[in-house]
């Protein structure tokens, strides 16, 4: 039962461009959510996170948009480096209770220079 | 400040022996969580710790799998009598307070069983 769901397994970007990485989830309970970055033989870095009191939050070249009632978040990189190419986890918890996070499949972002 | 460690960062097993995983959090942090990456999968959540006490085991496997958190020293994923599907790689990772969920990871363990 996957319940957040990246439904793109690799995107391909230009230099300098926007990187659009999706995200969709099916528990409404969920009120928290962070995007992580993974590179090979290495844990997840966290990137940035939003709470669902929130529908942006924007950290440098990096934002998260939530669309709450479509129950999808996107993480927006722009512009978009080579330093960038690496595996993207969206990720997503209840804040009070559990707090063991889900994870998405990631998304391979290469950055083509 | 020295992030999560875990060791060691690759372990190789024969079918039936064990497994002992470490980890230990970042300075300042009492909880601590172990996920499991299977190959071309996310990471799936196993257990969640705090010193001496297990919180949430809801995604442990109910036999073979268990953690410990004790008051002096790492955690420990402990598996018993590994199998082959139990090869993957174990993240462990750390927060400092139970409001704040962004989770600090260790560069995790490749297990690979032959």
């Known amino acids: 039962d996957q319940q957040v769901k990246q439904n793109s397994p690799s995107l391909s970007v230009q230099e300098g461009r926007i990187s659009i990485l999706n995200c969709d989830y099916t528990n409404s309970m969920f009120d928290y959510f962070l995007w992580y970055k993974k590179y090979p033989a290495e844990g997840p870095t966290f990137l940035i996170s939003i709470s669902s009191i929130k529908d942006k939050n924007e950290d440098g070249r990096f934002t998260v948009f939530l669309n709450k009632s479509a129950k999808h978040l996107s993480l927006h990189i722009v512009p978009s480096q080579p330093g960038d190419s690496a595996v993207y986890f969206c990720a997503a918890s209840v804040r009070s209770g559990a707090n063991n996070l889900f994870f998405g499949t990631g998304t391979r972002l290469t950055v083509i220079p | 400040n020295a992030g999560v460690m875990q060791n060691p960062r690759h372990l190789v097993r024969r079918r039936g022996q064990e497994a002992r995983l470490r980890c230990s959090p970042m300075k300042g942090h009492s909880h601590v969580y172990w996920y499991r990456q299977l190959p071309e999968e996310g990471l799936k959540f196993m257990v969640y710790l705090q010193k001496e006490n297990i919180i949430d085991e809801s995604g442990m496997p109910k036999e073979r799998f268990s953690a410990e958190f004790p008051k002096e020293g790492p955690s420990i994923l402990r598996i018993q009598q590994v199998v082959r599907g139990d090869s993957a790689a174990y993240f462990c990772?750390?927060?400092?307070?139970?409001?704040?969920?962004?989770?600090?990871f260790g560069p995790g363990t490749r297990l690979t069983v032959l």
């Open positions: 990772a750390s927060s400092q307070i139970l409001t704040n969920n962004e989770q600090f």
